[in-house]
């Protein structure tokens, strides 16, 4: 019931900083935690953050973590993925994701919402 739509990906430059959006629309009052996972070609599904969208309290995989910031607007029933001092590492399909459970996984089986993607290139 929940819709989740990515944007703001793009070709970029090693060292250069995207933000990543995720508007959320249906039925939003499910949604307890939102999560952001990349997918490179050969490489499985990947966790990057997640944010617990009441509290507001956050996770990050260990490989994004110091450079990469999830945030939320309320408001704007919106999360966001400030990505900073990219690399070409970091290239690869962002999925947004949500999900109606109090836990999960750093999985992407712990996520049941799942917006289309969305493309980051980072060239050298």
């Known amino acids: 019931q929940v819709q989740l739509a990515e944007s703001g990906g793009g070709l970029v430059q090693a060292g250069d900083s995207v933000r990543l959006s995720c508007a959320a629309s249906?039925?939003?009052?499910?949604?307890?935690?939102m999560a952001w996972f990349r997918q490179a070609p050969g490489k499985e599904r990947e966790f990057v953050a997640a944010i617990n969208w009441s509290g507001g309290s956050t996770n990050y995989a260990d490989s994004v973590k110091g450079r990469f910031a999830i945030s939320r607007d309320n408001a704007k029933n919106t999360v966001y993925l400030h990505m900073n001092s990219l690399t070409p590492e970091d290239t690869a399909a962002y999925y947004c994701a949500a999900t109606d459970r109090s836990w999960y996984r750093t999985v992407a089986g712990s996520f049941g919402y799942w917006g289309q993607g969305t493309q980051v290139t980072v060239s050298s």
């Open positions: 249906g039925r939003t009052s499910s949604r307890i935690f």
